[in-house]
């Protein structure tokens, strides 16, 4: 089996022979394995559910690939609503032709990423269209999770919170931008795809007052503040000069003219706590190596406003407006 077939997609022995000999390699449970039309879950608890859908390009980056980040960004979304990752469904489209090899590094390394959260696939379907109707192959996955910790919630934040993001900032956009266009930026940047729940659960078993929390994906972490600015009725002020930036980052915006607070991360969390567990909240972060890096970036000021003040490095003020336009397609 060199190349992906219609076949492959058509519900016959071509297609058993892709569940059996791959899936079943790398997402091996007893719900997936009972092969049955719905997966029969027990879950006595109250539940979050999310899908997302991923088109990136390319779909091999550096520090991950299509499979993975489908994996992360669905395990990103339940965990930043306090929820612990269960079960996740998959789906594949796939354009004919497809190489099988390629097909089997993205499984492995969709494989790999659910170890790191003890979450299953346990359910999936395979669609396989003729060349030219999909650009190689996109993802959907969808996931439920364990609520542990309630009341997270865009509409939380108050005067006097704290804004606290866990790392650097715009490492996955630049990243994807600079392979896609084939910018040779001579530096070892990866993007920060990676699973955060181990960061919220660190949180959660820390107890920290968690306000509000958002995992800064498309429309990076402008789109988050700029939401809970408008959800919470509040002026949220950010220091620029805090916000985490790699210089190779912030080269590259500089030179094509972009803010790194508008790109997308695949491995952050942007927090908002009480300020009497501000402190507590970094020093928990920073002990874990995906955290290592969070800052203080900023603090809700009032009530009413309904904006993002970004006071920059000179002392001058501006509002950090939220992404308008497509910024960069196709980048999850």
């Known amino acids: 089996m060199k190349q992906i077939m219609l076949a492959h997609g058509g519900g016959g022995e071509e297609t058993q022979k892709l569940i059996k000999e791959l899936f079943f390699k790398y997402f091996n449970n007893e719900i997936l394995l009972s092969m049955e039309d719905s997966a029969v879950l027990n879950i006595n608890s109250k539940v979050a559910f999310t899908t997302d859908s991923f088109t990136i390009s390319p779909i091999f980056f550096s520090g991950g690939d299509i499979g993975k980040l489908a994996i992360a960004g669905t395990v990103n979304d339940l965990s930043v609503m306090g929820a612990k990752p269960l079960y996740l469904s998959c789906s594949f489209i796939i354009e004919e032709g497809f190489p099988f090899e390629d097909l089997e590094k993205i499984v492995k390394s969709m ?23 999909v650009d190689k192959i996109f993802i959907n996955t969808s996931g439920l999770g364990k609520v542990v910790y309630e009341g997270v919630s865009a509409h939380n934040l108050s005067e006097g919170d704290s804004i606290i993001v866990s790392g650097t900032v715009g490492d996955h956009g630049v990243c994807i931008m600079a392979q896609r266009e084939g910018i040779d930026m001579q530096t070892d940047l990866i993007s920060d795809c990676d699973s955060v729940w181990t960061l919220v659960e660190d949180l959660i078993k820390g107890n920290v007052k968690i306000k509000a929390m958002r995992d800064p994906t498309r429309g990076g972490l402008s789109a988050v503040l700029n939401e809970w600015a408008e959800s919470s009725n509040v002026e949220i002020e950010v220091l620029e000069e805090k916000i985490p930036v790699k210089p190779q980052v912030q080269g590259l915006c500089e030179l094509l003219g972009l803010e790194p607070y508008v790109l997308a991360n695949e491995g952050r969390i942007v927090v908002a706590v009480s300020k009497e567990d501000t402190e507590k909240a970094l020093e928990i972060l920073r002990k874990n190596p995906l955290g290592k890096d969070a800052q203080l970036i900023g603090k809700v000021n009032s009530k ?12 001058s003020l501006r509002i950090m407006e939220p992404p308008a336009g497509e910024i960069l397609p196709r980048i999850c």
């Open 304 to 315: 009413g406003k309904k904006r993002v003040i970004l006071k920059t490095s000179y002392g």
């Open 111 to 133: 494989a790999e990423e659910l170890k790191k959260t003890g979450t299953l696939i346990v359910t999936g379907d395979t669609k396989v269209v003729p060349r030219g109707f």
